[in-house]
């Protein structure tokens, strides 16, 4: 009819505000909404800063994966030589560099040299893979040569050694120093093979972000490779960047045309996909790890009902005769439950954003506290814990949260609705 108020009518809200709001006579009523409103809190920011880390952590991986290797690389079936090796060198790789380059979306290729080698400063020896590769061909590597992170003069590349800054620790060396590379595959004399040995001055240090990367990888000009390890006419393989790596399975096939016959290629995902796969297992269990967490922290909201309804019995039976409907009860009661929600998730919601924000001071306060060493690169592959803000992320745990505090509410608050006026007030 005409005077039937609308549903989430003022009054409503009002009367649910009032019952958030009890008396101290009434604590246990208050205690049990504190409890959940910081249960849904904590456990908000808990699922917001789990999917921010997993986020950042996999951008941070696959960014120093695409910013220093091949989004593809392209090599050739082995075949039998003179003296009965096999292989697998190319002959013609400029020619193959440039049929590459003309693929769509193929941004760079370029031919490269690959040799595992000693390398030795004074009293220090470590073990370094080389990559011949030339001096243009080295400046579009984002995470090599990259002016913030490197030391030194990537110019002058042609003139000497570029060595990653794990190298370098492990060495001690600086721009300027002269390293020796050592490779057991040297020259053939009469009494055997000598060891092949050169000396290159360092004249760039770079740090491209992956623990593996910067202390195992030294960069060589390609005609200085070529001699070295005894390659002259030829390259070991070509590396491809392209425009999307995600979608590097969609060119393969016309790499494959472009390149010719023999060809063979090897991409990135091919190299760290089951690491990404393992990575995405373990998203989608810390999702519901943190999800199950929310669903206790919402079930808290039913217990604080459970005792508001309980508690306000003689109330529900006043409003009840008064001409309040069912309908009318059940909104109050929900929108008491929801309130509650709505509020921890807004609050949750702002924690688990400032604390991806805030991560680095955050993690260096932890770290000093623990008295370092709370991350090993040499395990997780980079030097810090990342954080990444996804609208994506943070809208599922907003729905998440927001949708199971509305559920649960559902219930005590159709039981107040229910209640039977008459036995509410028997003994009152």
């Not at 290629?265 to 989608?284: I, M, P, Q």
Request: aromatic content about 8%; glycine content about 10%; proline content about 4%.
């Amino acid at each position: 009819m005409s005077g039937t108020p609308p549903p989430f009518a003022p009054f409503e809200w009002m009367i649910a505000w009032r019952y958030l709001r009890a008396r101290r006579a009434e604590g246990g009523v208050s205690v049990m909404t504190w409890i959940s409103l910081i249960g849904i809190t904590l456990a908000v920011f808990a699922l917001i800063a789990t999917l921010a880390v997993r986020s950042g952590f996999r951008a941070e991986f696959v960014d120093t994966i695409l910013g220093a290797n091949a989004h593809v690389t392209v090599y050739q079936s082995g075949v039998v030589d003179s003296d009965g090796r096999l292989d697998r060198t190319i002959q013609d790789y400029d020619a193959m560099a440039a049929a590459l380059r003309s693929v769509p979306s193929v941004t760079r290729a370029a031919p490269l040299i690959k040799g595992q080698v000693m390398s030795n400063l004074r009293s220090r020896n470590a073990g370094v893979q080389v990559f011949g590769m030339k001096a243009e061909n080295l400046k579009e590597l984002p995470r090599i040569a990259d002016p913030q992170s490197g030391r030194g003069d990537i110019e002058r590349f042609n003139e000497g050694i570029a060595i990653g800054s794990g190298v370098a620790q492990s060495l001690g060396a600086t721009v300027g120093d002269k390293i020796k590379i050592i490779s057991p595959n040297g020259v053939r004399t009469a009494f055997g093979t000598s060891p092949r040995v050169s000396a290159y001055e360092v004249v760039y240090i770079f740090s491209a972000g992956r623990y593996d990367i910067d202390n195992t990888r030294v960069y060589l000009p390609f005609k200085e490779a070529q001699n070295f390890f005894d390659r002259d006419g030829v390259a070991d393989e070509i590396e491809v960047m392209v425009e999307e790596p995600e979608a590097v399975e969609d060119i393969v096939l016309d790499l494959i045309r472009a390149a010719g016959e023999r060809t063979l290629v090897w991409t990135w995902r091919d190299a760290s996909g089951g690491f990404l796969r393992a990575l995405e297992v373990e998203d989608n269990v810390m999702f519901i790890i943190m999800s199950i967490l929310v669903l206790i922290a919402a079930m808290n909201i039913v217990s604080g009902l459970i005792m508001l309804v309980k508690n306000k019995g003689r109330d529900i039976g006043i409003l009840r005769t008064m001409g309040l409907t069912e309908g009318t009860v059940l909104r109050v009661f929900f929108i008491c439950g929801a309130f509650t929600g709505l509020i921890g998730t807004v609050l949750g919601v702002t924690l688990g954003c400032l604390f991806a924000i805030y991560i680095d001071p955050i993690f260096s306060f932890v770290n000093m506290a623990m008295g370092g060493g709370v991350w090993d690169p040499s395990i997780r592959g980079i030097y810090h814990l990342p954080a990444k803000l996804e609208p994506a992320d943070v809208l599922s745990a907003v729905v998440l949260s927001l949708g199971l505090s509305f559920v649960v509410t559902i219930f005590p608050a159709r039981r107040a609705a229910r209640m039977n006026p008459v036995e509410a007030l028997r003994y009152e």
